[in-house]
């Protein structure tokens, strides 16, 4: 009895079983911003995803932003390289590139920093989006 | 290369990609992608000029 609501919202969920794009499109979208959208189709989604995302990671990086390495000290800096992470190829990228790595001097090359964390963490929601899509939770 | 943005014109970037990704994230239908995105960017940006101004009385 007491599992009956739970039984009632599954059976509502009309979201599909995990499939090979439900692993593919997020993959594919924490790689390359959008590209998770792009693979099923949803072109204008995934290239406003692509611009949006790109556009704030490069503009950090041409602020003169910092860009955080993988760490185990302050926890804002542990902080700072989970958003990093989220950016995918570009964080890659920059990192074997080696570029990003200086000091925070000045303000602007903070905000650049706070641009490039925040570029990674909408990619996190994109791919979240994207996952949603392939599960067909989201149209 | 570098480049210089003003604290306002960093913040309107800012708020313009971000409101683009949470409207096409958190909403459906297209029409209310638009509506969501629009209204995220008028926050963002509100919330600067109420908060610039709330600054500027502080400091008076």
Redesign the interface.
Known sequence: MANQPIAKAKAADPAQPDNTMSIIAPALGWLIPGAGHMIQKRWI?GV??F???G??FV?GL???GHIYKANGGDILDILGFVGDLGAGGMYIVTLAMNWGQGTIAF??AD?GTK?MI?AGL?NF??V??AYHIAIGK?? | MTIQLTHFSAAFVFALFASIVFGITHRETTREMVRYGLYCFAMFLGGLLIAGWAMWLVRR
């Open positions: 989604r406003l995803l611009t949006s995302i556009t704030l503009l041409m602020m003169q303000a602007i905000y641009f925040v909408l929601i994109a979240a989006d989201k149209p």
